[in-house]
């Protein structure tokens, strides 16, 4: 790195049930921007509920790929948290990869922790910080924590929870097609249109580079919805009730497209038509599942 120079800072936001058994596209490119062979990289599996498992999935995927060095790191509680040895592990990596789950439990037990500082060092440093589904969610700094599925926007029918602060001025949603997360993700940007909305497919990836510079990996799409010039009655409307949002504007950007989310444009579109399929193995559901395929 020339002297005096930025180091690169990269984010890879992944939606969820990315391909862990195939081509593996999304982490590979999280173990490339890691450092390859010599990459360390931690492991925080702490919103899943099978934990083990997934220490053993993404241990042995990364491995595969070349990685010479994966640990973990799961505090159960805050105090945990402030654990200078789990610390030092962050403070190591080069990438830092969050797995899927509660994405509330990782509010609580890590953020404004000395383990969530060191995750904000760890990215301005130059370390890749990674998440899937849960994961993904924690990156922004108000996090969806909960909230109603569907198409229709609904007024007060998500939560939004304090999160990493990674991506500043960005609501994250994850699972987005598959679980038909539009109508809540609408409904939280037309109470805060100062924030652009950001739904990621599975097995799809938001990479951003430097805070602002978005890319697309993957077999789905990353939706962008800007309602800073919409119009909205979510001041005014009762509780459930459908809410209008008119005027905002929604980007589709598929595996090829860089977009500039500082100015909320199209930069550019490289055709991919990319052959990925989307592995079965969906978040802690089927990791067992994915486990077992991968000792083979």
């Known amino acids: 790195m020339p002297e005096n120079s930025e180091p690169r800072r ?20 999280f173990v490339r921007l890691a450092g390859g062979r010599k990459s360390n990289i931690v492991v925080i599996p702490t919103a899943s ?10 241990s042995t995927v990364f491995s595969r790929l070349g990685c010479p ?3 973990s790191v799961d505090p159960q509680t805050r105090l945990e948290s402030s654990s200078p040895e789990l610390v030092e592990s962050i403070d190591n990596a080069t990438g830092v990869f969050i797995s899927g789950g509660n994405q509330l439990k990782l509010s609580q037990l ?20 990674a998440g899937t589904s849960a994961g ?7 996090m969806i924590s909960m909230g109603e599925e ?18 500043p001025g960005v609501i994250i949603d994850q699972h987005f097609d598959q679980r038909s997360r539009y109508g809540r993700l609408l409904s939280l940007v037309a109470g805060s249109p100062s924030l652009l909305g950001m739904g990621i497919d599975e097995d799809t990836a938001a990479e951003i580079t430097n805070g602002h510079e978005l890319t697309i990996v993957g077999s789905g799409a990353v939706f962008i919805v800007d309602a800073r010039r919409a119009q909205t009655d979510a001041h005014e409307a009762r509780r459930d009730a459908p809410l209008l949002v008119t005027g905002a504007v929604v980007h589709s ?44």
Do not use: C, W
């Open 10 to 29: 990269s984010l890879l936001i992944i939606g969820g049930a990315e391909d862990k058994i195939g081509r593996v596209t999304i982490l590979r490119r």
């Open 49 to 58: 509920s099978l934990a083990s498992e997934v220490i053993e999935v993404y």
């Open 69 to 71: 060095e994966v640990s």
């Open 110 to 129: 890590i953020v404004g922790t000395p383990l969530g500082d060191a995750m904000l060092r760890a990215y301005e440093r130059g370390a890749v910080i």
């Open 136 to 142: 993904a969610s924690i990156m922004s700094q108000f």
């Open 150 to 167: 569907g198409v229709t926007p609904r007024q007060r029918s998500s939560q939004l929870t304090q999160g990493l602060g990674l991506v």
């Open 253 to 296: 950007l598929p595996y090829g497209a860089t977009f500039d989310l500082a100015t909320a444009t199209l930069t550019d579109f490289v055709e991919q038509n990319a052959d990925v399929a989307v592995t079965a193995a969906k978040d802690q559901h089927d990791t067992a599942t994915a486990a077992a395929a991968l000792r083979h």
